[in-house]
């Protein structure tokens, strides 16, 4: 048996310490250590997981050290171990780390907070996971690209799309930082159009004819997208929810189920016993969605902080080269996390 993939996480923050946690369900692959510079309660749940925390910086060794945090070496250090690091640091602070990354020969995965030409290539697993495969950089795309990607590709692959327009319902901040800022009574729209996340699905996908708008909203649990789409022929309603059944990282949700706002689905994903309440795949209202001719239009809810974790697992076994395979990939990340379990899980057919 091959050994497995071993994988360090710089930074634990919102998304690092749940691809952290992540890679440790995966049979392929160990995780070797996390580096940060904080000294907060953040670090002091890691101790308790038995994983290795290594200082970030050298001014972040003396503070762990001063806050009595016990760490295993620098990022220096453990950057020697690993075959892949995944770069979970704030935005900007990764783009400074790729140098070091670069000259270590090391293969290293950026977050969707950092431009894709920093590595020339950003990812969706079910898009373009075979593109990845053996390359030394990837940038897992932000979670409203990627659920934009997801949904759009299901169509895609199809048959279906010719071009998209949505309008997103951001949140305002994550909820653990919510009491630091956000919005409050009001609305603010992105000044630009197209806002950010059409553009950002075209460097995965260059063929997607799309356009997104923004707006901020007042409230931390997840984003909503509306899209109202032009097929490339008129379908039956029936025909669309096939080519989403098609993914099963997109959770078709009926009236029936009474997941009628956002905070139920968090609560369903608490009660199944996610990690966290974590949302990972894309959660679309299937009774809503509306069939007019070649007019589609639907709507979606997309977890920030959860959704791009399988991504990023994937992208490891991409970039690693060992599995050459989007769809044995998929299928090992979602059985290892999960994914395929869900109670309202829509009937699939899959082959590894």
Not at 89 to 103: G, S
Not at 145 to 162: D, F, I, N, P, S
Not at 274 to 294: C, F, I, N, T
């Amino acid at each position: 048996m091959a050994k497995p993939i071993r994988v360090a996480v710089n930074g634990y923050g919102v998304i690092g310490k749940r691809v952290a946690d992540a890679v440790r369900t995966q049979k392929d692959m160990t995780l070797i250590g996390v580096a940060d510079v904080a000294t907060d309660w953040r670090i002091r749940v890691l101790q308790t997981k038995d994983v290795p925390l290594f200082a970030a910086t050298p001014q972040a060794l003396e503070a762990l050290d001063a806050a009595g945090v016990p760490t295993a070496g620098q990022l220096d250090d453990l950057l020697g171990e690993v075959d892949v690091i995944v770069d979970c640091t704030p935005k900007r602070v990764a783009a400074d780390n790729v140098p070091i990354y670069r000259q270590r020969a090391l293969k290293f995965i950026l977050q969707g907070g950092e431009k894709h030409a920093v590595t020339g290539h950003s990812f969706v697993a079910e898009a373009n996971f075979e593109t990845a495969v053996g390359r030394d950089a990837t940038r897992v795309v932000s979670c409203n690209t990627t659920a934009t990607v997801r949904t759009l590709g299901a169509l895609k692959r199809a048959g279906l799309l010719r071009r998209a327009r949505g309008t997103l319902l951001h949140r305002a901040t994550d909820p653990w930082e919510s009491h630091q800022g956000g919005i409050m009574n009001t609305l603010v729209p992105e000044p630009e159009i197209p806002s950010h996340q059409g553009p950002d699905a075209q460097t995965v996908d260059s063929d997607l004819d799309v356009v997104t708008m923004a707006v901020k909203v007042p409230e931390t649990i997840a984003h909503l997208h509306y899209w109202s789409i032009q097929m490339t022929r008129p379908a039956h309603k029936e025909e669309v929810l096939d080519a989403f059944r098609s993914s099963s990282r997109i959770l078709l949700m009926k009236d029936e189920h009474g997941l009628d706002a956002l905070n139920a689905v968090k609560e369903l994903m608490a009660d199944q016993g996610r990690s966290r309440s974590d949302l990972y795949e894309v959660a679309l209202w299937a009774d809503m969605l509306k069939v007019q001719g070649d007019e589609l239009f639907y709507a979606y809810m997309v977890d920030n902080q959860a959704i791009v974790v399988p991504e990023t697992i994937d992208a490891i076994r991409a970039l690693d080269g060992r599995e050459t395979s989007g769809r044995r990939s998929i299928a090992a990340t979602d059985l290892a996390m999960g994914i395929e379990s869900h109670l309202f899980a829509h009937p699939r057919s899959r082959t590894p």
